[in-house]
């Protein structure tokens, strides 16, 4: 099934381009959403803490940042699918 295409520059510069020609295209970006889940209530307090500036030591400062990058990833997911179902 074809939908409309909508068509995201990924950067300001040249010719690349992100084309989500199809439903199943959102549909696979809502799975991935959805297979993240929610945190735990212990990886929820590490994120807490880490984005108030709190930092383990290495090496486990690489799995905190890591976390929070996922975290952050997640967040923007959520919102890039808002508005592309405006």
Do not use: C
């Not at 945190?39 to 590490?46: E, G, I, R, V």
């Not at 400062?61 to 890591?66: K, L, M, S, V």
């Amino acid at each position: 099934m074809k939908v409309s295409s909508t068509v995201l520059k990924t950067n300001g510069v040249g010719d690349n381009f992100v084309e989500f020609n199809t439903f199943k295209g959102f549909q696979d970006l809502r799975e991935a959403l959805d297979q993240m889940g929610e945190p735990t209530d212990q990886q929820a307090a590490l994120i807490r803490a880490t984005m108030q500036g709190k930092r383990l030591e290495y090496p486990h400062r690489y799995d905190q940042e890591a976390l929070l990058n996922l975290h952050k990833a997640k967040m923007h997911l959520e919102v890039a699918l808002d508005l592309l179902n405006m």
